[in-house]
């Protein structure tokens, strides 16, 4: 445990919501309907998303990403470096919403492009705002902030969804298209993080498999493939002994994210499950 960067972080949650890119939860199907096999070698790979997928967490970041956070350490750059992709568009951005997607990064998809990722979600339903509440508050606050989003997911992120893959096929019409998902953040028993309960962590979780069959649902309806990465990471979320996402950490934004572990050996294994 890093119980000195834990105590820092948690000091400094309440400013989360200003400066930390969310996370988004996870969902647990695979799309039997996504059409078209992937020959990784000739892919022409775009990557879109939020902080899960730039990297945000890994601590190593492309000088010219800017507050996007791209990195060399993210799933994304790994998967197109393992795969020898003909071409791959790092579209990315930490903090995104669906919003972002449809108004900044559909510009790099085009009929030619083959496959697609993207992970979205968390942010629009106020992730940011759970993992503030849930640190720095009481169990009641915590509980209150996994409702409120969830409410959300149910109400409001459909349509959101649709929208956004909508447009990812049309502006892709000849890809195969994988909604990466989000891991639970959580590990059980002792912690470090102060007044992290297991409450809390338990409550976080359980509100991460409601917004799953949310997401799930959609990418299927969509005819989008799902890759989920949940049991790849598996006793090494925040407070386990062998950690793949960071806890409360300075700066803040790289709080609740996966670090370099989790890319590598929890989603790029994941990713590679659904392209082959």
Same mark, same amino acid.
């Given at each position: 445990? %890093?119980?000195?960067?834990?105590?820092?972080?948690?000091?400094?949650?309440?400013?989360?919501?200003?400066?930390?890119?969310?996370?988004?939860? +996870?969902?647990?199907?695979?799309?039997?309907?996504?059409?078209?096999?992937?020959?990784?070698?000739?892919?022409?790979?775009?990557?879109?998303?939020?902080?899960?997928?730039?990297?945000?967490?890994? %601590?190593?970041?492309?000088?010219?990403?800017?507050?996007?956070?791209?990195?060399?350490?993210?799933?994304?750059?790994?998967?197109?470096?393992?795969?020898?992709?003909?071409?791959?568009?790092? +579209?990315?951005?930490?903090?995104?919403?669906?919003?972002?997607?449809?108004?900044?990064?559909?510009?790099?998809?085009?009929?030619?492009?083959?496959?697609?990722?993207?992970?979205? &979600?968390?942010?629009?339903?106020?992730?940011?705002?759970?993992?503030?509440?849930?640190?720095?508050?009481?169990?009641?606050?915590?509980?209150?902030?996994?409702?409120?989003?969830?409410?959300?997911?149910?109400?409001?992120?459909?349509?959101?969804?649709?929208?956004?893959?909508?447009?990812?096929?049309?502006?892709?019409?000849?890809?195969?298209?994988?909604?990466?998902?989000?891991? %639970?953040?959580?590990?059980?028993?002792?912690?470090?993080?102060?007044?992290?309960?297991?409450?809390?962590?338990?409550?976080?979780?359980?509100?991460?498999?409601?917004?799953?069959?949310?997401?799930?649902?959609?990418?299927?309806?969509?005819?989008?493939?799902?890759?989920?990465? %949940?049991?790849?990471?598996?006793?090494? &979320?925040?407070?386990?002994?062998?950690?793949?996402?960071?806890?409360?950490?300075?700066?803040?934004?790289?709080?609740?994210?996966?670090?370099?572990?989790?890319?590598?050996?929890?989603?790029?294994?994941?990713?590679?499950?659904?392209?082959?």
């Amino acid at each position: 445990m %890093r119980h000195a960067r834990y105590l820092i972080g948690a000091v400094t949650a309440c400013t989360v919501a200003s400066s930390m890119a969310a996370p988004a939860f +996870a969902a647990d199907s695979l799309s039997a309907k996504n059409s078209g096999s992937t020959n990784s070698a000739a892919e022409n790979y775009v990557a879109l998303g939020d902080s899960y997928a730039s990297g945000t967490g890994t %601590r190593d970041y492309f000088e010219d990403s800017g507050d996007c956070l791209r990195s060399p350490k993210a799933y994304p750059q790994l998967w197109a470096d393992e795969h020898g992709a003909a071409a791959f568009e790092f +579209a990315a951005c930490s903090g995104a919403v669906t919003d972002d997607v449809n108004a900044d990064q559909l510009g790099s998809l085009s009929a030619d492009t083959t496959l697609v990722t993207i992970s979205i &979600g968390g942010n629009d339903i106020g992730f940011v705002d759970v993992v503030t509440r849930c640190v720095a508050g009481t169990d009641e606050a915590c509980d209150s902030a996994v409702s409120d989003a969830t409410a959300k997911a149910h109400d409001e992120l459909p349509a959101k969804l649709d929208t956004t893959y909508a447009n990812i096929r049309e502006a892709a019409p000849n890809a195969k298209v994988v909604v990466v998902g989000y891991p %639970r953040l959580n590990e059980m028993g002792d912690c470090g993080v102060p007044f992290y309960t297991e409450n809390k962590r338990q409550r976080i979780n359980e509100g991460a498999d409601e917004l799953a069959s949310v997401i799930s649902d959609r990418a299927s309806a969509a005819g989008f493939s799902f890759a989920d990465p %949940r049991e790849a990471f598996a006793g090494h &979320g925040v407070c386990s002994s062998d950690e793949w996402i960071n806890g409360p950490s300075t700066p803040i934004q790289e709080s609740f994210h996966p670090d370099v572990d989790g890319h590598a050996n929890a989603y790029l294994p994941t990713l590679d499950s659904v392209t082959g």
